[in-house]
Structures are given as structure tokens and as C-alpha cells.
């Protein structure tokens, strides 16, 4: 089956760790995103990737770093630098960036920092 | 900033009765409009779209409304049921040039049985 996914599904990391994130897709999707959810607000978008080997910082990057090495994957790196990083994650894929095309999502990671 | 704007935060609506969720925008440049149905722990997923071409949209027992001139649009739900029950987001997009998403804070439907 085609789709998104994301692991672990929960996360936990003490001050002071970086952690990264997984998020994997097999839709053949050109562009992957990084959201961030907390409770009582949207997503907020932290990185978006359109190809291979590029990606550009969203609303909220500081603190955060990716990587697209390869179409298919997409991870996402904590690190100590972010202030506030308990929350969810959520990665997602549309078929090209720039688009009108529908995002997917994955279902999600949830980061708490000890 | 926030460029789309959901309201209501909560909702409740009996079973079999319609429920209206509601969306404002401040981005005239937005074009396209999305609606995601969210579920606790688990990722949004894709319920109904509209162009901004477009005043309205069906599919099945969802239908999408928009008033660009209010810069409002409505998701209709009806007959509404429990499994309905999840935070519905309001996301909007520019095609040109657009790179991301801009969504809403959600609202919460609770579908009573």
C-alpha cells in the first residue's frame, strides 16, 4: 500500500539530546513537508523540501535541521537548540510542491522532552 | 499572524442532524481550500477540497461552501454521525508560488449518539 510513514510513534529525549525524526513515503511524491502541532493551535510549518538535495526553512525552522538525500525520505533532527520541542510531528508529501496538490500525512510522532 | 481563522474551537451536534464548521481567511490570495479531519495521535487526513473558482463542492455527505467576497467557507456535514466526531482543520493555499499550507486552530466536532 502507498503512504507515509513516520517513526517511532513516541519519542522521548532528555535536555540537551538531538533526535531525529523518520518520515518515509512511497507515493513517488516530489515534495515533503515538516509540521508541528500543539494543543489548541494549527500546524505550523517547519521545513519543506520540493527535490532531492533541497529544502527550505518554514515558518518555524530555528532549532530544527533536515535532510533529503534520497525522493523517499525526509528526516527531521531536533536539536538541543530548539526551546520548546515537546509536541507532534507531522510529516506529509504532496506530488509536487507549489501546487494546488493535496498534502498527505503521516501519522505522526510524539516528541516529549524529560 | 494568522491568516485562517477557526472560530469555534468545539462543536456539538446530535446524531442525524447537519453540522456547519466554519472558516474565515485574510489572504485574498489564497485559491485553494482544504479540509482535514483530524483523529487524536494520528496525522490529518484529506476530506473535501474547493477552488477558488468555485462556490461549492460535494462529496457524499460533505459539502464545502465559499463566500469569497466574505472570505468565509463552511464545511456541511449532514446526515452527521459518532464516527464524525475529530478536530476538522481549515487549511488554504496559493498556487502561485506557493510552497506550504496555511491552517487553521481546529475545531473539535463531538457527533452525539
Given at each position: 500500500d502507498g503512504g507515509i510513514t513516520q517513526s517511532p510513534k513516541y519519542l522521548f529525549r532528555k535536555e540537551g539530546q538531538n533526535v531525529t525524526l523518520s518520515c518515509e513515503q512511497n507515493l513517488n511524491h516530489d515534495a515533503m513537508y515538516w509540521y508541528r502541532q500543539d494543543p489548541g493551535q494549527g500546524l505550523r510549518l517547519i521545513y519543506y523540501s520540493q527535490?532531492?538535495?533541497?529544502?527550505?526553512?518554514g515558518d518555524i525552522a530555528e532549532g530544527y535541521s533536515v535532510s533529503r538525500e534520497k525522493k523517499e525520505s525526509f528526516p527531521l533532527t531536533v536539536t538541543s537548540a530548539q526551546k520548546n520541542p515537546t509536541a507532534f510531528y507531522l510529516c506529509a508529501s504532496s506530488a509536487r510542491q507549489g501546487t494546488t496538490d493535496t498534502q498527505y500525512f503521516g501519522p505522526g510522532t510524539r516528541l516529549t522532552v524529560l | 499572524d494568522q491568516q485562517v481563522k477557526q472560530n469555534s474551537p468545539s462543536l456539538s451536534v446530535q446524531e442525524g442532524r447537519?453540522?456547519?464548521?466554519?472558516?474565515?481567511?485574510?489572504?485574498?490570495?489564497?485559491?485553494?481550500?482544504?479540509?482535514?479531519?483530524?483523529?487524536?495521535?494520528?496525522?490529518?487526513?484529506?476530506?473535501?477540497?474547493?477552488?477558488?473558482?468555485?462556490?461549492?463542492?460535494?462529496?457524499?455527505?460533505?459539502?464545502?461552501?465559499?463566500?469569497?467576497?466574505?472570505?468565509?467557507?463552511?464545511?456541511?456535514?449532514?446526515?452527521?454521525?459518532?464516527?464524525?466526531?475529530?478536530?476538522?482543520?481549515?487549511?488554504?493555499?496559493?498556487?502561485?508560488?506557493?510552497?506550504?499550507?496555511?491552517?487553521?486552530?481546529?475545531?473539535?466536532?463531538?457527533?452525539?449518539?
Amino acid at each position: 500500500d502507498g503512504g507515509i510513514t513516520q517513526s517511532p510513534k513516541y519519542l522521548f529525549r532528555k535536555e540537551g539530546q538531538n533526535v531525529t525524526l523518520s518520515c518515509e513515503q512511497n507515493l513517488n511524491h516530489d515534495a515533503m513537508y515538516w509540521y508541528r502541532q500543539d494543543p489548541g493551535q494549527g500546524l505550523r510549518l517547519i521545513y519543506y523540501s520540493q527535490i532531492v538535495n533541497d529544502f527550505q526553512k518554514g515558518d518555524i525552522a530555528e532549532g530544527y535541521s533536515v535532510s533529503r538525500e534520497k525522493k523517499e525520505s525526509f528526516p527531521l533532527t531536533v536539536t538541543s537548540a530548539q526551546k520548546n520541542p515537546t509536541a507532534f510531528y507531522l510529516c506529509a508529501s504532496s506530488a509536487r510542491q507549489g501546487t494546488t496538490d493535496t498534502q498527505y500525512f503521516g501519522p505522526g510522532t510524539r516528541l516529549t522532552v524529560l | 499572524d494568522q491568516q485562517v481563522k477557526q472560530n469555534s474551537p468545539s462543536l456539538s451536534v446530535q446524531e442525524g442532524r447537519i453540522s456547519i464548521l466554519n472558516c474565515d481567511y485574510t489572504n485574498s490570495m489564497f485559491d485553494y481550500f482544504l479540509w482535514y479531519k483530524k483523529y487524536p495521535a494520528e496525522g490529518p487526513t484529506f476530506l473535501i477540497s474547493i477552488s477558488s473558482i468555485k462556490d461549492k463542492n460535494e462529496d457524499g455527505r460533505f459539502t464545502v461552501f465559499l463566500n469569497k467576497s466574505a472570505k468565509h467557507l463552511s464545511l456541511h456535514i449532514v446526515p452527521s454521525q459518532p464516527g464524525d466526531s475529530a478536530v476538522y482543520f481549515c487549511a488554504a493555499i496559493m498556487a502561485a508560488g506557493a510552497n506550504n499550507l496555511f491552517f487553521g486552530t481546529g475545531t473539535r466536532l463531538t457527533v452525539i449518539p
